[in-house]
């Protein structure tokens, strides 16, 4: 197969520019459907107008021999919470900001290729299959939670660790497999164990020779990832990285570069402006809750926990509450019923929020779960968290982690969050130290480290992208374990 014309080069760059790395993303799932269909004689589209417009013909196999006018970094994440597509936008905005200026990116200060194609997308929507990533995960919670722990923390967690395979690239993800083959890409960055151990798979079986990026969303690492592939490792925390050394990941496959949040979160805002803009009161304390979910379930104890603590408001006339509901109109409507039923003049209900790292920032205290990106979130804010409820696998790393450091308060019933409330209202220095203790813990700039390590383990030449051929047997990859040390941080 041919390349592109000079004139379709050209548009596939502006494209890069014109539709963001979302966008791009659902773009190239849509292109791959269609050329699914049209494989399989599900397509009326005419044979000659498909080869020319996609370089490809019914044959496609996972290897071909089309070389893409530019270069494309994947950044893979799953629809499972929010969590991890929020870091993989985070690293994809730090690659368009270095692409966009033609800033120095590579290490002999090249810039990137103009027409670079940062795309970012959902690795289970690639899928034979397509299942949902949220409810999928809520089967983990409620009574099911302590065996989630026990599988997390103690099995796959300890010394019987994931290598690599590929079973899953032949047997679900074959349009995926079939999409690195022909887009080559520049490097691969995942956010999520699934993604991770896609793009492994491919590499092996298109024989290609991409970076791997791991890039957990936790301040702990599962077993899951497939270790012996992965190029790097970027952590959250040395702890982290004790974990991984036990499982034999070499020093210079680790780097310690914090959980990537979105660039607005490293903004600096005017707290006046904010709480203006808001409706807030400036001589208060404001106390964020963050009771809005792409899992609801998870959030089902927490909500209740908040709606009893909502009427003690009443008693602090010098706190604000700020009750952050979401999308989910109903809840938000029972919010305001509950809180006029009390008459409280000191709770605002909001709905989605466009612009949640300034109102973070604008914050003196900020009441949520223990997810990984949320509290990474906080403390990228400078602002000081009540934990709530209980955690169980990666959720109780962080919450240990915080609370370790004087970073957060740990609470599990609504009394003890309405008790800690009372200590805040008191004690306002509280506060104050542990905005020292979080700020000490911080990365504001772990995406930009994440992008400027990925760019580094690429070679890319000065023209073209250049894979150098990878060969292993099969018979190693479609299952790989292998047995670790055991973890210094195991239970």
């Known amino acids: 197969m041919e390349n592109s014309s000079p004139a379709k080069n050209d548009s596939r760059a502006a494209d890069a520019h014109r539709l963001g790395p979302e966008a791009l993303g659902a773009e190239d799932l849509r292109v791959f459907e269609e050329i699914e269909a049209w494989r399989k004689g599900e397509s009326t589209a005419d044979d000659e107008k498909m080869k020319a417009a996609y370089h490809v013909d019914k044959e496609l196999a996972f290897r071909d021999s089309y070389q893409p006018p530019h270069p494309t ?8 919470g929010s969590g991890h597509r929020s870091a993989a936008i985070a690293i994809a905005q730090e690659l368009c900001d270095l692409r966009d200026r033609q800033l120095p990116a590579f290490p002999d200060g090249r810039p990137l290729d103009p027409g670079t194609r940062v795309v970012v997308s959902d690795i289970l929507a690639w899928g034979d299959h397509v299942f949902d990533g949220n409810k999928t995960a809520t089967s983990f919670t409620g009574k099911t939670r302590p065996l989630y722990d026990l599988t997390w923390r103690y099995t796959f967690t300890g010394r019987a660790l994931w290598g690599q395979g590929t079973f899953l690239n032949y047997v679900m993800w074959r349009k995926f497999t079939r999409y690195i083959g022909h887009i080559k890409p520049l490097a691969v960055i995942a956010t999520h164990i699934m993604g991770a151990n896609m793009a492994a798979g491919a590499r092996t079986i298109c024989k290609q020779s991409y970076p791997l990026v791991c890039v957990p969303t936790d301040y702990e690492t599962e077993g899951l990832w497939p270790h012996k592939a992965a190029d790097v490792f970027c ?9 991984l050394r036990a499982r034999h990941i070499a020093d210079e496959r680790i780097r ?3 959980i990537p949040t979105r660039i607005d979160f490293r ?3 005017d707290t006046a402006q904010v709480r203006e803009r808001f409706g807030l009161p400036a001589d208060k304390k404001i106390v964020l809750a963050l009771a809005g979910a792409t899992l609801p379930q998870p959030y089902v104890i927490f909500r209740q926990t908040l709606e009893t603590v909502i009427p003690a408001f009443a008693d ?4 604000h ?8 109109a109903d809840y938000t409507a029972h919010v305001r019923d ?5 008459g409280l003049a000191n709770v605002t209900v909001l709905e989605y929020v466009n612009g949640m790292a300034s109102l973070m920032a604008a914050s003196d205290v900020i009441v949520t779960k223990s997810g990984g990106l949320t509290v990474t979130e906080c403390l990228v804010s400078s602002t000081p968290m009540i934990l709530v409820g209980r955690a169980y696998g990666q959720e109780k790393v962080n919450v240990n982690m915080l609370t ?3 970073a957060a308060i740990h609470v599990t019933t609504a009394r003890e969050l309405v008790s800690q409330i009372d200590l805040i209202d008191r004690h306002p220095e509280r506060l104050s130290s542990m905005v020292v203790n979080a700020n000490l813990l911080r990365r504001p700039n772990a995406a930009h480290d994440i992008a400027r390590t990925t760019l580094e383990l690429t070679a890319l030449p000065a023209d073209k992208v250049q894979h150098v051929v990878v060969t292993k047997k099969l018979a190693w990859t479609l299952f790989n374990f292998y047995w670790g040390d055991k973890p210094a941080h195991i239970r």
């Not at 952590?235 to 974990?243: D, L």
């Not at 602090?316 to 706190?319: G, K």
């Not at 509950?338 to 009390?342: P, R």
């Open 267 to 269: 903004r600096s805002y």
């Open 256 to 258: 310690i570069t914090g």
């Open 321 to 328: 509450l700020v009750m952050v509901c979401g999308k989910d």
């Open 73 to 80: 970094i994947l950044i893979l994440h799953a629809s499972v």
């Open 404 to 406: 370790n450091a004087g």
């Open 338 to 342: 509950l809180c006029a039923e009390h």
């Open 235 to 243: 952590v959250g925390n040395e702890s982290m990285a004790e974990t």
């Open 316 to 319: 602090h006339p010098d706190l």
